[in-house]
């Protein structure tokens, strides 16, 4: 890169990206360039008609080549953001989304609504830890315990706990099987891609983990032995369990909830956008 000033760099980085099709090109650029150079957002606006710094463009380079070849922007500034925090992730974690952020809005509500005063919750299948951690942070009285299959994705969840000072048990192992006791709350986000959309996903979501989003042919493989996991582990009363999936698997995924759950109310949630993003299952 030889451009001189900041804005040159930016409208360079810029140019590249958007050759690749890379949507939000210019705010991309912006969010490498921040971070390669240890800058604030504020930091950026009053250099943009500086000389860039040079002892950092070796390092702006490889973050912008990776771009280019549709990493995600996440996994090279190493950062996301849930629930007004920021969380760190590697290409061993899913990087959270917004629209999970319902299912932390919804186990809230519910310990809220049926005053449940010491709850016991769970999140099956944490991945960075997203939800378990906001849960805990978010109600400090609540036990919460939280599980995944992978150690890599366990190793991520441990340093965001302690980067933000939540306290919750981790456990490495398959779905509820780690867990003894009941629960007044369990929270999943598992995987539920069908296996026949996998080969079309966007280029930034195939460089996700296909054990964070590959559900199998009917895309039920985990959430069949999650419902099971969930209902020997759900308090059979005052009791919730919410789930996130997608508007495909809907119908089986109400079907199954129904031939599990014979006792306890269930709907589907819809996201901000109107799509079908969580099956709700509710114990009176
Ligand atoms: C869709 S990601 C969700 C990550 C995080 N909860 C979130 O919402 O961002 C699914 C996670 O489930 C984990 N997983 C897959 N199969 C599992 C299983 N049988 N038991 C526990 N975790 C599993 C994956 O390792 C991955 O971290």
């Excluded at 061993?92 to 989304?97: A, E, G, Q, S």
């Excluded at 629209?99 to 932390?104: M, W």
């Excluded at 016991?120 to 805990?136: E, K, N, V, Y």
Aim: net charge negative.
């Amino acid at each position: 890169m030889t451009t001189k000033t900041v804005s040159a760099l930016i409208q360079s980085i810029t140019a590249r990206l958007n050759a690749v099709d890379i949507e939000d090109a210019g705010i991309d650029a912006r969010l490498l360039l921040r971070s390669a150079f240890g800058w604030s957002a504020a930091e950026q606006l009053g250099f943009l008609l500086d000389p860039a710094p040079v002892d950092k463009l070796d390092q702006l380079e490889e973050m912008v080549a990776r771009r280019e070849s549709r990493e995600p922007l996440q996994y090279i500034t190493g950062r996301t953001e849930f629930f007004r925090r920021q969380f760190s992730v590697n290409k061993n974690v899913l990087i959270p989304r917004p629209e999970t952020e319902q299912l932390v809005v919804q186990a809230m509500a519910f310990i809220r609504e049926r005053k449940i005063e010491n709850p016991r919750m769970a999140d099956i299948c944490t991945g960075s830890g997203a939800i378990g951690i906001t849960l805990a942070l978010e109600m400090p009285a609540a036990e919460v315990h939280a599980t995944d299959i992978s150690s890599g994705a366990l190793t991520v969840a441990q340093q965001n706990a302690d980067d933000l000072g939540a306290e919750l048990d981790m456990y490495e192992g398959d779905l509820l099987e780690p867990l003894s006791g009941e629960f007044d709350v369990i929270v999943s986000n598992p995987p539920y891609i069908l296996a026949n959309a996998m080969p079309s996903l966007q280029a930034e979501v195939a460089r996700e983990p296909s054990l964070a989003l590959d559900g199998g042919n009917d895309g039920l493989d985990v959430i069949r032995p999650l419902f099971e996991g969930i209902s020997a582990r759900l308090k059979p009363t005052n009791s919730a369990a919410y789930i996130e999936i997608d508007p495909p698997i809907e119908d089986a995924v109400m079907a199954l909830a129904l031939e599990t759950f014979p006792h306890a109310g269930i709907s589907l949630l819809t996201d901000l956008a109107g799509l079908t993003r969580c099956v709700s299952i509710e114990h009176a």
